[in-house]
């Protein structure tokens, strides 16, 4: 504890002695000493609750799986639903390898267990691993109405951890609602192993301003404020003063692109606020920047970076597509727009939005921030036309991946697929 302690006192004192350093030309030293006793304030508040739950479009203690490169889009569904107010819905984009919402379970050995699970749509399968080895499959037929699959297994000596997959199957959309795991029994209820088996919850969704307030927020009474808008904004925030932040964005309009400092003092606690409270007060910490500052870029920008680490690759495409259209003309656009669709490519399989993205990413020199981007937007663009059947389209994207400058990194992969292109035409 001491050591965190004197860490965590020397992070603030280099923080103060930046703030000394980069403070304005010809600032008092009044000045200077409430910059420091600001942020020496607001270093120190952190969340109250700790909660690891994402409202990302994945329920709550379930995770995802796929291999060789299958793609698919995950969603908390309300219009297709067997009980309650949600079920869950895969997507499969394309054919290749598979994909799965699964759940880990700890069962008892040696034990009888009963699966059910309710099920509609283009098919697919349900899969319960021990150990590595397939305890019990179940294969799941294309359906208009909700069905339901079930099976007993039983669980092996060595084994006291099993996973359940719900596969997807099929191009095409495929639903699942009310799942249960239990010890098999002669027609008494046994409890539910699963966790959320209803996919009921997904995170929380209410209002940022509201979690602050109540978990986060400890004001301070500091009426002269430092000039600069990230210290007008932290001694505002601290003070409940909500709207002078939001007319401060509001004044930047489109030109918050290229000032970061808007929000840029909010979502820099993001890593602390999830080492304090769990990942859920860092992505409610970028809704906050979001619902203060609307029309600036980078919070989007940050949801989206949270929600891609944690496998929410439609939910994060959203967001960077939003960061794109609210950078105006700047090189900010570009990179947005890439990273949109390099997540269509890779991961959700909707390549028109992918085709969309990458097009306005090509159009572009100069953002690209590292050697790997150079001549990245046209190769991915190309992969996106091959995979739409857009063969001709395909080349020519090709062809600017490998004759572009300085874009040698994907001039190798791209002339490999023109020469596959060209030896598979008739």
Not at 61 to 86: C, E, F, N, P
Not at 224 to 237: S, T, V
């Amino acid at each position: 504890m001491h050591n965190e302690m004197y860490g965590v006192r020397n992070a603030i004192m280099g923080l103060l002695v930046i703030v000394l350093l980069l403070g304005q030309n010809g600032a008092s030293l009044m000045q200077n000493l409430l910059r420091i006793d600001l942020i020496h304030t607001w270093m120190h508040i952190k969340p109250l609750t700790w909660s690891d739950m994402l409202n990302d479009d994945i329920p709550d203690k379930w995770s995802v799986q796929s291999w060789g490169g299958a793609t698919a889009i995950y969603r908390i569904v309300t219009g297709q639903v067997l009980s309650g107010q949600h079920a869950i819905s895969i997507q499969r984009t394309n054919i290749i390898g598979g994909v799965a919402l699964v759940q880990d379970v700890t069962v008892p050995a040696t034990s009888q267990m009963l699966l059910s699970v309710h099920s509609k749509g283009v098919g697919g399968a349900i899969q319960v691993l021990g150990d590595g080895d397939t305890l019990g499959w179940i294969d799941i037929p294309a359906t208009d109405p909700w069905c339901n699959y079930r099976l007993t297994f039983q669980v092996p000596s060595n084994v006291n951890t099993i996973r359940l997959l719900l596969r997807a199957g099929e191009l095409g959309v495929i639903y699942f609602d009310e799942a249960y795991l239990g010890i098999a029994s002669d027609g008494r209820a046994e409890s539910n192993l699963l966790g959320n088996s209803g996919f009921e919850e997904d995170g929380v969704s209410g209002d940022p301003l509201i979690w602050w307030s109540s978990e986060v927020a400890a004001p301070v009474k500091q009426n002269d404020l430092p000039r600069g808008i990230a210290y007008m904004n932290i001694g505002d925030m601290l003070n409940g003063n909500i709207p002078a932040i939001q007319l401060r964005a509001r004044e930047l309009g489109i030109n918050c692109s290229e000032n970061p400092a808007m929000t840029g003092w909010l979502m820099a606690r993001g890593e602390d606020f999830e080492q304090a409270g769990g990942v859920f007060s860092r992505e409610q910490l970028y809704h906050l920047a979001i619902k203060l500052a609307p029309n600036c870029p980078q919070p989007y920008v940050a949801l989206a970076k949270l929600y891609k680490e944690h496998l929410g690759f439609w939910r994060a495409a959203e967001l960077y597509h939003q960061a794109a259209e609210l950078s105006g003309d700047t090189i900010w656009r570009a990179r947005y727009f890439f990273e949109e669709g390099l997540l269509h490519v890779r991961y959700t399989g909707e390549m028109a939005q992918a085709i969309s993205a990458l097009q306005k990413a090509d159009e572009v020199q100069g953002w690209e921030p590292g050697y790997w981007y150079k001549g990245a937007a046209a190769f991915f663009l190309g992969q996106a036309f091959e995979s739409s059947g857009r063969i001709e389209e395909a080349r020519l994207a090709y062809q600017r991946a490998i004759t572009c400058t300085g874009c040698g990194y994907h001039s190798v992969e791209a002339r490999k697929r023109l020469e596959a292109l060209s030896t598979s035409e008739p």
